[in-house]
């Protein structure tokens, strides 16, 4: 009584590889199943035929390692509001669909294989300042510094942020925007992040361009399918420092 | 049969130095040699693992100057999987004035551990906990705070005092991120080389000490060495032993297993934690577990049908016939039990036929009284994302229908046998994190993993494993040593692709987890055990034979590097039904059947039982060596939650 | 009780230089405010107010046709002296016109080089059909409906402005050229107007609360606000802008 599906599957041997669709058909799925989980039977078949099982980055499977994500019937995640595609059940789809499942899409973010996608650019951005730089020991007590409860708040809304790349995925512009807003306007509400506030924009917004990732229009979309949901203030709050520091 | 275990040499030295308990850290930080700052951009450091752990360590010792190169099988060291962990850390701020102190959390730990904890490391820890808060606010680690602006704190597991310092239900991701950020900064800086979607395969030993890796680089295929003067192990723990876990898929124990296969000594690996509050299982497909934050049981009530087979819905059981059986059993700590406890409460009462839900294996943890006495908003207010959380996974709404949990394997507190300098019976193999067995003894409290995996990376690995390389470089590597571990490496991976067979690397790892659940979970018998140990190495022999891996050695292949983890678990799960049968008492998460008290409750055997079993690989089976614990400052008794 | 660690001397250096990692990159752009897609976008808020600041006053001029010629060619007379005795003739007028098409040039300057950007950015299509999860439609009408308006501004210099496709020749008043190039008879003309003024509408109730959140000033609870201002604003100028062709069609400008 389980559901069958058909799935169009992107399948890439390798970078050089130029990639087709795939067409497979799955039975018996469970409502109660992931969609990794469905992707799982699809594999176990496919390595008992001697195939190839279709490649896809997956670990914690609840949410928050930020390592999953396909782009599922054209949204990134899946349609699914504030969900990971770990966390996306079958019982969201209807028996007999037909399910088109792609990598995310973004020339900074080079298909590897299969779904699985190389997001070493969002470590760059990091490396580039995202951080506050404290040698370990050096801290000072934790309670010299009182932060206001709105600012830890808020702070902690946008460090919510899962580096997944649904944001890249979903912009138009193949912007990250939104990732780097997140982790700027993190560090920027909070006093610990002041004294390198200036350089720390400065220097993850022109990495971001050096990446080749496009120029946000506000199109909203990144916030839309962002499985933390970021919200399009801190894209604001980077435009703001970033300005602010450029003068 | 492999039940055959031989006595070694008993451990008697661990470093640790002597006097008062208090003096030990400091003492041990004044004796440590220092290096030549000149040099240490000489010395290399190998770090493998990003988790709390291994990504404070790496950053620590990058930042100190080192030459450091980090691994991890991830596409970015920010996503190990330290990321998921919810509840929140401790350390002995006593910012509430409420009677916390070092000595407390010293002593919680101890206990909470069934006295099968080493009290000198224990001490440090508890010392160390207060930087490790001031280290992560000053990263920017965004802890929840009051109106005042200052840490708020919640108490969790087994304590009396609040010293739970958290970030929502995110703490592990906000310190992780913490760390990665540190180490990120080191990568830009020059004096960490990052080396991610890399996996290591085993390790290079050359004059007795520690010397490398070698590492398969999981997109290319390509089969690495990387040499270094010491090799930091923070891979995490081996819970997907039993396939079916809390832990992130990729959870692995090669590491530590082929360490331990070079001679590194494998302590208590039968010390498993199960965790009582995780969604049950739905279905056979099923492929992990995911846990439900502890503090739901601060306002949920758990329960079962009074009669065995009761299938009907809940809102047909009348009151009288459901039975609260934590509050019934334990009144004084009633759902609040320790982990451990409420865990084997809610097997047994399925075991009577009583569970719900699918096979029967799930009880009810109910919110009504919750919702009735605070009502709705007060209830989503604290708990509305794990609700969320619930129902996106099982389709069912807590808010109107209780939820259903059943107990999962969650943590493992044994792991590599490691000195008070968290070195291994390998010179120049440091094991930090939830890889080493360190700090928690039998059983670990809630909170207390990501305490010891930041302690361990920032403040006690960058102070101990200096005294090691102070007498580095060590020079020369002998080829010989690197290429035979090389080569085999290659031969398993080939033997991997060649086989051809008829069942997938994880089919049987399903059936490897479901056996090391029944046989070697939450309740062990002898019987049980022996019944492990006779179908591991059948099931093990068959799967080299008969497993189907498809792909090529020289490409991202998900299914080869499933596949060698698993071949390493059935090692792993044969050493862990050896050790859960020899010892014979039940302690923390360890609960042999056969040493239990009138009530049920676990029965320790101090008299005999009172040591570390640290396990030597031998070619004729594993040999044991004891390490004796003295308890001089915490009187060992047995534990009581009536 | 302390459990700090004893470190040496040299440790590792602290602060990577800004920028140390952007340089190991690939394609390694100029930096700078104007190389960034942020300065770029900084950029078109600014001209693209500067426009829009225009854009109102163009409108209230235009609203003058309503008072009669005099008034209207009183109002394009007062443009054109502005700044006098002190200043010659249509000095003033000539400065405007310069800051107008630089802002321009500038304007779409941005826009062509983000558009790049975004296109090299995002080199495969998806398969399946987008769907857009933002109801978002900016991206098209801001770019298409740009070249549109700028196609549009072209003609309607030859037309208004230099009269050179207008029928009331080079030689005419401005009322005479409104009067005469809106005239029935030349409806499609009257069409175009129509569709561009429109673009401009959309152009504006996306670009008027965009700008502010490139320039940082959105956020938080100023979204629906902001959004709300920035769609007064567009209908408030498109009915403003149509009025005057309508009117003349209808004979009431005339
Ligand atoms: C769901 C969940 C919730 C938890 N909540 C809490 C909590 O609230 N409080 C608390 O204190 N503890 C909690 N814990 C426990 C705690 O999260 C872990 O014990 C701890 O994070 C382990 O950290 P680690 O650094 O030792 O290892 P991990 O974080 O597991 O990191 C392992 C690293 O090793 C790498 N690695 C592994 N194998 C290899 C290999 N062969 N080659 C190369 N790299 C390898 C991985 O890539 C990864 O980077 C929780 C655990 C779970 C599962
Ligand atoms: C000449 C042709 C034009 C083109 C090609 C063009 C193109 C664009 C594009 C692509 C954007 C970016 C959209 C975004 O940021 O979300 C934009 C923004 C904008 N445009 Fe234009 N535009 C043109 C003319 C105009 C005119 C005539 C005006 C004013 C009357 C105008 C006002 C604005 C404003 C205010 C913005 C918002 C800037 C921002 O978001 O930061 N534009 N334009
Ligand atoms: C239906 C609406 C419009 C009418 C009736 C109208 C009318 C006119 C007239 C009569 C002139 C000539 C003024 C003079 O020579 O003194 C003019 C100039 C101009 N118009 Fe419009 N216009 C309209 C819409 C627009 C729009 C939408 C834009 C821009 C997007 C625009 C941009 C300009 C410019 C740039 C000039 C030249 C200004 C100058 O030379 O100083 N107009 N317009
Ligand atoms: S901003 Fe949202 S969508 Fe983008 S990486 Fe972070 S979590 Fe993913
Ligand atoms: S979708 Fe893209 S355009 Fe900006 S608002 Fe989001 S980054
Ligand atoms: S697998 Fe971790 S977020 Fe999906």
């Given at each position: 009584m389980g559901m069958n599906l058909t799935l169009k599957v992107w399948r890439q041997k390798g970078p050089e590889d130029t990639g087709r669709m795939v067409t497979y058909r799955v039975e018996d799925?469970?409502?109660?199943?992931s969609f990794l989980e469905m992707l799982d039977v699809l594999n176990e078949r496919l390595i008992l035929e001697g195939d190839d099982p279709v490649a896809f980055d997956h670990d914690c499977?609840?949410?928050?390692?930020?390592m999953c994500g396909m782009v599922i019937n054209g949204v990134a995640h899946g349609e699914?509001?504030?969900?990971t595609t770990c966390q996306l059940?079958?019982?969201?789809f209807e028996d007999n669909a037909v399910i088109t499942i792609e990598p995310w899409r973004a020339a900074p973010f080079p298909v590897v294989k299969d779904l699985v996608v190389d997001r070493s650019a969002f470590d760059r951005i990091i490396q580039a300042g995202g951080f506050v730089s404290v040698p370990a020991g050096?801290?000072?007590?934790?309670?010299?510094v009182p932060v206001k409860k709105v600012d830890a708040d808020a702070a902690f809304d946008a460090a919510t942020?899962?580096?997944?790349g649904a944001c890249v995925a979903a912009c138009p512009n193949g912007s990250a925007s939104l990732f780097t807003a997140a982790k700027i306007t993190h560090l920027s509400?909070?006093?610990?992040?002041?004294?390198?506030r200036d350089s720390r924009a400065k220097a993850m917004v022109e990495q971001m361009d050096a990446e080749g990732f496009g120029g946000c229009t506000n199109t909203g979309e990144c916030t839309a399918v962002c499985p933390k949901g970021i919200p399009l203030d801190t894209i604001a709050q980077m435009n703001r420092d970033y300005l602010k520091a450029s003068k | 049969m492999t039940t055959k275990y031989t006595e070694g040499e008993p451990i008697r030295d661990t470093k640790a130095p002597e006097g008062p308990i208090e003096d030990r850290w400091e003492k041990r930080k004044f004796g440590a040699k220092l290096v030549n700052p000149a040099n240490k951009r000489k010395l290399n450091v190998i770090v493998i693992g990003t988790g709390l752990a291994g990504g404070s360590a790496a950053a620590t010792l990058g930042e100190l100057g080192y030459n450091v190169k980090s691994f991890c099988?991830?596409?970015?060291?920010?996503?190990?999987?330290?990321?998921?962990?919810?509840g929140g850390i401790n350390a002995a701020k006593n910012y509430r004035g409420d009677g916390d102190s070092t000595y407390r959390l010293f002593y919680d730990t101890v206990k909470g551990g069934d006295f099968r904890a080493r009290e000198s490391n224990v001490y440090r820890l508890a010392q160390v906990s207060v930087n490790i808060i001031d280290q992560a606010v000053a990263q920017g680690v965004p802890f929840a705070r009051e109106y005042g602006g200052l840490l708020d704190t919640r108490s969790f597991g087994?304590?009396?005092?609040?010293r739970t310092f958290y970030a929502r239900g995110q703490t592990g991701q906000q310190l992780l991120l913490g760390a990665y950020q540190a180490l990120e900064r080191q990568i830009a800086a020059g004096t960490v080389e990052m080396h991610t979607r890399h996996e290591m395969l085993d390790l290079i030993v050359s004059d007795g000490r520690a010397r490398g890796v070698i590492v398969r680089?999981?997109?290319?295929g390509e089969i690495e060495r990387h040499i270094a003067d010491a090799v930091v192990l923070a891979?995490?723990?081996?819970?997907?032993v039993f396939f079916?876990?809390?832990?992130?898929?990729?959870?692995?124990t090669t590491a530590i297993w082929r360490a331990h296969r070079r001679g590194a000594m494998f302590a208590n690996p039968c010390y498993t934690q199960i965790h009582p509050t995780c969604i049950p299982v739905s279905g056979d497909y099923q492929s992990k577990l995911t846990l439900m934050s502890e503090s739901l049981r601060n306002d949920g009530r758990v329960w079962v049908p009074?009669?065995?087979?009761?299938?009907?819905p809940v809102s047909q059981i009348p009151e009288d016939e459901r039975d609260y059986y934590l509050e019934r059993i334990y009144?004084?700590?009633?759902?609040?039990?320790p982990r451990d406890i409420a865990s084997r409460a809610a097997k047994n009462v399925c075991d009577e036929g009583r569970g719900v839900g699918p096979g029967g294996l799930g009880v009810y943890l109910d919110f009504a009284d919750a919702i009735r006495r605070l009502g709705r908003d007060a209830v989503e207010k604290k708990y509305g994302n794990l609700f969320e959380m619930y129902e996106r996974i099982t389709g069912e709404d807590p808010y109107t229908q209780p939820m259903r949990i059943y107990p999962a394997v969650h943590?493992?507190?044994?792991g590599l046998w490691v000195d008070y300098d968290l070195q291994?019976?390998?010179?120049g193999l440091f094991v930090i994190g939830?890889?080493?067995?360190?700090?928690?003894?039998?059983n670990r409290l809630g909170a207390s993993a990501l305490m010891q995996g930041l302690a361990d990376g920032y403040f006690v690995l960058p102070t101990t494993i200096g005294d090691y390389l102070?007498?580095?470089?060590?020079?020369?590597?002998?080829e010989e040593a690197v290429a035979e571990a090389e080569i085999a490496v290659r031969e398993k991976i080939n033997k991997l692709l060649s086989n051809?067979?008829?069942?997938t690397a994880d089919s049987y790892h399903r059936e490897l987890g479901k056996l090391m659940w029944d046989y070697c979970g939450m309740e062990r018998t002898e019987e049980s055990l022996r019944k492990a140990l006779e179908r591991i190495p059948e099931l093990r022999e068959e799967f080299w034979k008969n497993v189907k891996v498809s792909g090529e050695?020289?490409?991202?292949n998900q299914a080869l590097e499933r596949a060698g983890r698993v071949g390493d678990f059935f090692d792993l799960a044969e050493l862990m039904c050896i050790d859960a049968l020899h010892r014979t008492e039940s302690c923390g998460g360890h609960f042999r059947a056969?040493?239990?008290?009138?009530?049920?409750e676990a029965l320790r055997d101090d008299e005999n039982f009172a040591y570390v079993a640290a396990w030597e690989y031998g070619e004729q089976g594993p040999v044991l060596h004891k390490e004796d614990l003295d308890y001089e400052y915490v009187k060992m008794s047995q534990r009581s939650y009536k | 009780m302390t459990a700090t660690i004893e470190r040496g001397?040299?440790?590792?250096?602290?602060?990577?230089?800004?920028g140390a990692a952007a340089k190991t990159t690939k394609s390694g752009r100029p930096g700078g405010l104007l190389g960034s897609s942020n300065g770029k976008k900084a950029v078109m808020a600014v001209t693209g107010a500067i426009l829009v600041l225009f854009l109102i006053v163009h409108m209230a001029g235009n609203l003058k046709s309503f008072f009669g010629a005099e008034s209207f060619n009183a109002y394009a007379e007062f443009l054109r002296t502005t700044g006098e005795p002190i200043l010659p003739r249509r000095v003033v007028l000539t400065v405007l016109e310069v800051v107008l098409v630089a802002a321009v040039g500038l304007h779409m300057w941005s826009a062509v080089s983000l558009a790049r950007r975004a296109r090299k950015a995002r080199p495969v299509k998806y398969?399946?059909?987008?769907?857009s999860q933002a109801g978002g439609y900016a991206v098209h009408t801001m770019r298409y409906g740009g070249v549109i308006i700028a196609l549009f501004v072209i003609w309607h210099l030859l037309d208004m402005?230099?009269?050179?496709?207008?029928?009331?020749?080079?030689?005419?008043t401005p009322y005479e050229r409104l009067v005469q190039g809106f005239d029935p008879s030349r409806w499609w003309v009257t069409v175009f107007y129509v569709v561009a003024v429109i673009m401009v509408g959309l152009h504006l109730r996306h670009g008027l609360w965009s700008a502010f959140q490139t320039l940082g000033l959105a956020g938080g609870r100023s979204y629906r606000p902001l959004k709300g201002i920035a769609a007064a604003i567009s209908v408030v100028l498109v009915l403003g802008f149509l009025t005057v062709p309508v009117a003349v069609m209808v004979g009431a400008i005339k």
């Open positions: 799925v469970s409502p109660d199943m499977r609840e949410g928050i390692c930020g699914q509001v504030a969900t059940h079958m019982r969201h050096s801290a000072p007590d934790a309670h010299s942020c899962i580096g997944c509400l909070l006093p610990q992040g002041q004294p390198e | 099988y991830q596409d970015s060291p920010r996503r190990a999987h330290s990321i998921a962990a919810q087994g304590a009396q005092v609040s680089d999981m997109v290319t891979s995490g723990g081996y819970g997907n079916l876990s809390t832990n992130a898929k990729g959870c692995n009074v009669k065995a087979g009761d299938d009907r009144p004084a700590f009633g759902n609040l039990v943590y493992t507190m044994g291994s019976t390998i010179p939830e890889a080493n067995f360190s700090d928690h003894g039998a102070a007498d580095g470089p060590y020079g020369e590597v002998d051809n067979g008829d069942r050695a020289d490409e991202l056969e040493s239990q008290d009138a009530d049920g | 001397s040299a440790t590792a250096r602290v602060n990577p230089p800004a398969a399946a059909k987008r769907k402005t230099f009269g050179a496709v207008n029928p009331a020749g080079r030689d005419s």
